[in-house]
């Protein structure tokens, strides 16, 4: 074995304000456990996969290898090939098919994952460090071996120069150790975080042979060398791009791999106009839709071809967690820094008249962060859920423990005009009242005025009436539509009054939502807090959640956690589905299971 090499981990990490580096350190105990290799892991528990199975069991592991697939794209193009940094818009695909990572998790599990570049792991009970030990069979696509020296330096080059994401993501390492060529060792800055060596994992292998005389930060449509099932083949920057199958790629007879990827080319074309890519797709131009309006999915999918099945309609449930899509208020600017301000305005919102008038009954209203999960906060805090959050009575509003939440309704008894006299009175607890028509703040004298933001112009049709309702509080409304990459780069920003946003949770949650809510990241331009929320006690439920030490636990914590967002009043609650509606044409076929994570296309494949 070489003598261990000790890695630089970005000083960036010193964000999060509690790690001790020890960068000059050699660890005397590296060998001091008696660790097992394993080859998977579970969050909490043992994985569902044991170490012999062949494939997983949502896929077809006979799944003929052929043919091609085209998608769309609903943007205004891309700029750029590379998904990890900040800067432009990068292609779609890209960190799906042309790279690897160390670990593949599964769809049909809260949080397991299984060997791809990684064939084994090593963690102890605490977890405070994870080993992961290379596949010597594991190539770039120029037949480079990945080494332990790719692994190091992707990590270091995604946190110094990467999206400032991954500084809070990873923030948890404190070293970085090559043990030998295909061994690699990651210690952490404290234990008990069950999540960092899963999340390692994820971690996408840049090739440090490649990388060593270009610059990583910047960005440019010359295609880059990867590792994954596919590569970049025939593109037009903005337009078009494709991924041809690799077809010696070195994992196709892996486990993991097996029964997926199976299309030879793929293809994403853009589509800057909603319509135009649906009409494109019953024209044929393009094979598998995902719907995401309901009005479409109601109206749209008739004619010839859907009658004579050459295009298949299907809506196919999941279990995945829905996560929030919402209305979300940037608390950076004043005119939302009072909660009931927030919650004033939710008031306004109609969801039950959209939901009959626009959405043919549809949707549900989504009244949780972890909408359709065992994760949601539901009625009054009890039990174990109580105990959290009594830590932190004293700083916390007197509705977390008194009232459940539930977003505004207009269903049964309740009208717009209740729920807009409710709204008048908590801009009067604000300090609001109405002056010559409009609302203004009675020290200031500042009108009560903010912006719609948008990128989708079907939205409009949601957006508009919600401003009416607003109006009639007197308020100053507008509502701006800009194309794709101005919206991206006013989002990262934080350059916005109000945004529609989907908050995405998975079944495990964890380091992601230092991400999402700690005011360590409120402030740092790209991270996904658009709300800036700024709250002690919502960074102490992160550290909570993230160190959850059995899954009963960590379903406390997060609903704890869910309670507390709710009650700030940080957005106002949209719809969600537990459904995929899509549509494809009938030469693709699909395995007959489906995992509760829902429609997965990589598994798909051509058929006659």
């Not at 060529?181 to 952490?188: A, G």
């Not at 009409?279 to 999918?301: C, H, L, M, P, V």
Request: net charge negative; aromatic share 12%; with cysteine.
């Amino acid at each position: 074995m070489a003598s261990p090499r000790i890695f630089r981990v970005s000083s960036c990490v010193l964000l999060l304000g509690t790690l001790s580096l020890g960068l000059g350190t050699a660890f005397a105990d590296t060998n001091a456990d008696t660790v097992e290799p394993v080859h998977g892991l579970a969050m909490h528990g043992e994985p569902a996969y044991a170490a012999d199975f062949e494939h997983f069991s949502y896929v077809n592991p006979e799944a003929p290898k052929g043919g091609r697939l085209r998608l769309a794209v609903r943007a205004n193009g891309y700029d750029n090939f590379n998904p990890f940094v900040i800067r432009g818009v990068a292609a779609a695909g890209i960190s799906s098919y042309l790279y690897d990572t160390l670990l593949v998790t599964s769809d049909d599990e809260p949080f397991s994952a299984y060997g791809l570049i990684a064939e084994t792991i090593e963690t102890p009970e605490d977890r405070r460090y994870v080993i992961f030990n290379l596949r010597p069979e594991a190539r770039c696509h120029d037949g480079h071996p990945i080494t332990a020296e790719d692994v190091a330096f992707s990590f270091n080059t995604l946190m110094e120069d990467g999206h400032p994401f991954y500084r809070s993501y990873y923030g948890g390492v404190s070293n970085v150790t090559i043990e030998s060529e295909h061994r690699i060792r990651f210690d952490f800055g404290e234990a008990d975080n069950r999540e960092l060596p899963l999340i390692l994992g994820q971690l996408p292998i840049l090739p440090a042979h490649y990388w060593k005389d270009r610059e990583f930060g910047g960005t440019g449509l010359t295609p880059p060398l990867g590792s994954g099932p596919y590569r970049i083949g025939d593109f037009e920057g903005g337009r078009y791009i494709t991924f041809d199958r690799v077809e010696d790629y070195w994992a196709r007879d892996l486990p993991v791999r097996k029964g997926r990827f199976n299309f030879d080319r793929l293809r994403y074309d853009y589509f800057s106009d909603e319509t135009v890519a649906l009409e494109a797709f019953k024209a044929g131009d393009y094979d598998f839709r995902i719907e995401t309006s309901a009005k479409n999915w109601a109206t749209a999918y008739t004619g010839d071809r859907f009658t004579t099945g050459q295009i298949i309609t299907e809506t196919i449930e999941h279990e995945r967690p829905a996560g929030m899509q919402a209305f979300v208020f940037n608390t950076r600017r004043g005119q939302f820094s009072d909660p009931r301000v927030r919650q004033a305005i939710a008031y306004a919102f109609d969801f039950d008249w959209a939901n009959r008038n626009l959405f043919y009954d549809q949707y549900t209203r989504t009244g949780s962060y972890f909408e359709n999960s065992e994760l949601a906060s539901s009625g009054l805090p009890e039990g174990r859920e109580l105990e959290i959050l009594k830590q932190f009575q004293d700083q916390l509003p007197e509705s977390v423990f008194t009232e459940a939440y539930a977003p505004p309704s207009t269903g049964g008894d309740q009208t717009l005009r209740d729920n807009l006299r409710k709204a008048l009175t908590l801009l009067q607890e604000a300090g609001y009242r109405i002056q010559d028509g409009t609302m203004v703040h009675g020290e200031t004298g500042q009108p009560l005025a903010f912006e719609f933001l948008l990128h989708q112009k079907n939205f409009e049709r949601i957006v508009l009436p919600f401003k009416n309702n607003l109006e009639r509080l007197g308020m100053k409304v507008s509502v701006r539509l800009v194309d794709t990459n101005q919206y991206v780069e006013r989002v990262q920003s934080f350059d916005f009054d109000i945004i529609t946003h989907v908050i995405a949770q998975s079944d495990s949650p964890g380091n992601e939502q230092r991400d999402f809510w700690h005011s360590s990241v409120a402030d740092i331009k790209g991270s996904r807090n658009y709300a800036g929320i700024k709250d002690p006690v919502v960074d102490a439920l992160i550290d909570l959640v993230i160190q959850a030490p059995d899954r009963e636990e960590l379903v406390y914590r997060t609903r704890a956690l869910d309670r507390v967002l709710l009650h700030s009043h940080y957005v106002v609650p949209q719809w969600h589905l537990s459904t995929d509606r899509i549509a494809y044409w009938s030469f693709l076929e699909r395995p007959q299971e489906t995992p509760k994570n829902g429609v997965d296309i990589d598994n798909w494949w051509y058929g006659n």
